[in-house]
């Protein structure tokens, strides 16, 4: 590729600018069966916690679930507003 098709011109006639490649997300996203993250304790560990499953929205997402999680920690009670994210929601019924 020549230097010359390396950049655009700014519509208002200005500095040159890089053009943008195109970028397709490679790697494994950690997303649930039913699209929703895991905000739990993993029981039998009463001092362990997993967050994860956000998929693509992991960063979006990120203040919102750590506060609701540092709460849970430091509390040891979980909030109503977790609920739909439990762990065992995947566990099997028989």
Do not use: C, N, W
Not at 83 to 92: Q, S, T
């Amino acid at each position: 590729m020549r230097a010359t098709q390396m950049f655009v011109k700014r519509l208002d006639g200005g500095v040159l600018l890089p053009k943008v490649a195109r970028v397709h997300a490679v790697g494994r996203r950690p997303l649930t069966p039913d699209g929703l993250p895991i905000l739990d304790r993993v029981h039998p560990f009463e001092s362990l916690f997993i967050a994860t499953g956000h998929s693509m929205l992991g960063i979006t997402l990120a203040p919102a679930s750590g506060q609701a999680m540092a709460g849970y920690v430091l509390s040891g009670t979980r909030p109503e507003l977790l609920e739909p994210f439990r762990l065992r929601r995947f566990a099997a019924t028989r």
